[in-house]
């Protein structure tokens, strides 16, 4: 990232003023051609957003007939339902927005609910569950057709046969995969800035949650929000290129499941948008029989603890969560210091989800 002299601004936003940061986004792939920094990125501005008016139309006012795709992330202290949402990184190709919640307010977040919840907007994230706990609980938004490539990268590894469920892979590993980023990672750097970095901001946050509060942003602040989400469209069209029919929907289904998972309410999520139905290929060969058609309906499901028991779920050291994940093939979350404490989340396959929430429920039984 460098300090930018010039006066251009990305032209879907008239309003932004000139940025001071710009970063280089990857630009997407083309054929197998070794990453250049000239010719594979593009060097964009970065807009600190403080109102609705310097965002992009086209994202304030969703439309079928305008559909695109956009990097996305979340930032806040400590983030969750009760930890405040500060910042919210948006990643299109020609610009960076980093949406400030501070500044700007309810009004400003607010003006993105649309967006945030539209279908002709693809939202690509890595592990969107507590970003969308975060603006369910917060702002009243059903963060709704995301790409999450956590979820998306767990599925191209059980297609090759080399994963098991409730393996996530962090952000920084992900980048680091040549499959997905890897060498353009390092060239998009801006000279100087440590491959640790993001690491070094984690010890940071530990040290002060506030780190995302602060006014005006310093420019590790920008660079690291920026980080976050100018990777990401590229990371999309080589991940998308590996997903077979059947993973899609599994991606899609499990995107709207995550985002979800600790958005716990009193009617089972009957006010968010419905789940993606199983493909129609697949539902005939269920209505006639055909064998090998094992794509089965995933759910959500949320198992309450009693006070005092979870401590029998979890088991010394996490051995007896281990073990559960081992026997089901389904995804298992506990809300941890950030809550909800007295859940466990489970997201799978319907036979995988009940037979997870039956051992965990027959540990909590006194025998």
């Known amino acids: 990232m460098a300090s930018s002299s010039s006066s251009s601004s990305s032209s879907s936003a008239p309003t932004t003023p000139s940025p001071s940061f710009t970063a280089r986004i990857p630009l997407p792939p083309s054929g197998d051609s070794p990453p250049n920094v000239e010719s594979n990125s593009a060097l964009v501005p970065i807009h ?59 009004a400003l977040i607010k003006a993105c609910k649309p967006a945030l919840e539209s279908n002709f907007i693809t939202k690509v994230i890595h592990d969107c569950k507590r970003d969308s706990e975060a603006l369910y609980f917060q702002f009243d938004i059903k963060l709704n057709n995301v790409m999450d490539t956590q979820i998306a990268y767990a599925l191209i590894d059980e297609q090759e046969g080399k994963r098991k469920r409730d393996d996530n892979i962090s952000f920084v590993d992900l980048l680091a995969d040549p499959r997905f980023c890897g060498s353009i990672y390092i060239v998009c750097l801006h000279p100087g800035i440590s491959y640790d970095e993001k690491e070094e901001v984690r010890v940071l946050l ?28 590229y990371v999309y069209h080589r991940m998308m290129v590996n997903l077979n029919e059947r993973s899609l929907w599994h991606l899609a289904v499990r995107g709207a499941l995550y985002c979800r998972c600790f958005c716990v309410n009193n009617n089972d999520y009957a006010d968010w948008p419905s789940l993606p139905p199983i493909p129609v290929f697949y539902s005939l060969l269920d209505t006639l029989k055909v064998d090998g058609n094992d794509l089965e309906e995933e759910i959500l499901s949320v198992v309450d603890i009693p006070r005092g028991m979870m401590g029998r779920v979890i088991g010394r050291r996490g051995a007896t969560i281990l073990t559960i994940k ?42």
């Open 206 to 233: 530990r040290q002060d949650p506030k780190f995302w509060r602060y006014r005006p942003f310093s420019e590790r602040m920008v660079r690291t929000a920026t980080d976050d989400v100018r990777f990401l469209l």
């Open 326 to 367: 081992e026997g089901c093939n389904a995804e298992i979350v506990i809300g941890g210091s950030k809550g909800p404490p007295d859940k466990v989340f489970i997201i799978g396959p319907v036979k995988q989800v009940l037979k997870a929430a039956a051992l965990i429920r027959g540990r909590i039984i006194d025998i």
């Open 48 to 106: 600190i957003v403080t109102t609705a008016s310097q965002l992009p139309t086209e994202f304030l006012e969703p439309s079928p007939q305008h559909q695109f795709i956009i990097g996305f992330d979340c930032e806040g202290e400590d983030l969750c339902r009760t930890g405040a949402l500060c910042l919210i990184q948006l990643a299109f190709p020609d610009a960076i927005y980093l949406v400030d919640a501070i500044e700007g307010g309810e």
